[in-house]
C-alpha cells in the first residue's frame, strides 16, 4: 500500500546549525502535509504545514519545502538548539480526507 | 488554555484483562481521533469522531477494540482481552472543524503495557 516513509532515522547537528529533516511519501493524491515535533513522554506537536499547491512554507525558524515532482517533504530548522531535540513526524492528508498518514519518524539529537 | 488531557498516563494490566483509557477534548472542538503508537514506530490512526455522525472505525485492529464518545466530550477507548501485541501508547487528538486540514491537537497519551 501507499506510504510515507522518512529517510533517516537519527540525526545529530551541533547547537547552531541548520537542520535538515527529509520525508517521502508515495500517494500523489495526497494534498496537505503536517509536521509534528514529539518530545519524550509527551504527544505531537504541530509544528507547521504545507497544502499541494505551494512548495515552501516559512514560518519561525523552520521551513517546510513540498517537491511534488518525486513527492518528496522536508523540514528545515535553523539555528538548531537544544530543545529542538525530539522525535519529528511527517504526515499527510489523502484527498481532503479525516485521516493523516504518519511516517515513522526521525529522532533529532542537537549536541552542544 | 487547558489542552486535550488523558487518563491514566500509565495502565500496567495483566494480559487477558479489560481497560478503558479516557480523552478530554478540548473544549468546543467537534472532532476527535484517536491513535496508537508502538515503540520506535510512527502513530496508527484507530478511530475518528465528529460530531454526533458515525464514527470512522475503519482503523481499530479488532474487534476487542471499542471507543465512545459521550456528549460529543469526553472519549472513552476500551480494549477487551488485553494481549501483549496491546502494549503502546494511546493518544487522543482533538479539532476545531471537520478535521481535513485543521491542526490536531494531542494529549499526552497513555502508556499501556499487558504483562
Known amino acids: 500500500g501507499e506510504s510515507v516513509g522518512l529517510h533517516l532515522p537519527t540525526l545529530s547537528v551541533q547547537e547552531g546549525d541548520n537542520s535538515i529533516i527529509n520525508c517521502a511519501y508515495s500517494?500523489?493524491?495526497?494534498?496537505?502535509f503536517i509536521w509534528y515535533k514529539q518530545e519524550s513522554g509527551k504527544g505531537p506537536q504541530f509544528i507547521i504545514d504545507?497544502?499541494?499547491?505551494?512548495d515552501k512554507r516559512q514560518g519561525q525558524r523552520v521551513t517546510v519545502l513540498l517537491n511534488k515532482t518525486v513527492k518528496h517533504l522536508s523540514l528545515q530548522i535553523a539555528a538548531t538548539q537544544p530543545g529542538d531535540s525530539a522525535v519529528y513526524f511527517c504526515?499527510?492528508?489523502?484527498?481532503?480526507?479525516?485521516?493523516?498518514?504518519f511516517g515513522t519518524g526521525t529522532q533529532l539529537k542537537v549536541e552542544l | 488554555g487547558a489542552g486535550v488531557s488523558q487518563s491514566p498516563s500509565n495502565k500496567v494490566t495483566e494480559k487477558g484483562k479489560d481497560v478503558e483509557l479516557r480523552c478530554d477534548p478540548i473544549?468546543?472542538?467537534?472532532?476527535l481521533y484517536w491513535y496508537r503508537q508502538s515503540l520506535g514506530q510512527g502513530l496508527e490512526f484507530l478511530i475518528y469522531?465528529?460530531?454526533?455522525?458515525?464514527p470512522d472505525k475503519s482503523g481499530l485492529p479488532s474487534d476487542r477494540f471499542s471507543a465512545e464518545r459521550t456528549g460529543g466530550s469526553v472519549s472513552t477507548l476500551t480494549i477487551q482481552r488485553t494481549q501483549q501485541e496491546d502494549s503502546a501508547v494511546y493518544l487522543c487528538?482533538?479539532?476545531w472543524g471537520d478535521g481535513s486540514y485543521n491542526e490536531q491537537f494531542f494529549g499526552p497519551g497513555t502508556r499501556l503495557t499487558v504483562l
Open positions: 504526515a499527510e492528508n489523502t484527498g481532503g480526507g479525516n485521516k493523516l498518514t
Open positions: 469522531f465528529q460530531g454526533n455522525s458515525a
Open positions: 473544549s468546543g472542538h467537534t472532532a
Open positions: 504545507i497544502r499541494s499547491n505551494m
Open positions: 487528538a482533538s479539532v
Open positions: 500517494n500523489s493524491a495526497s494534498d496537505y
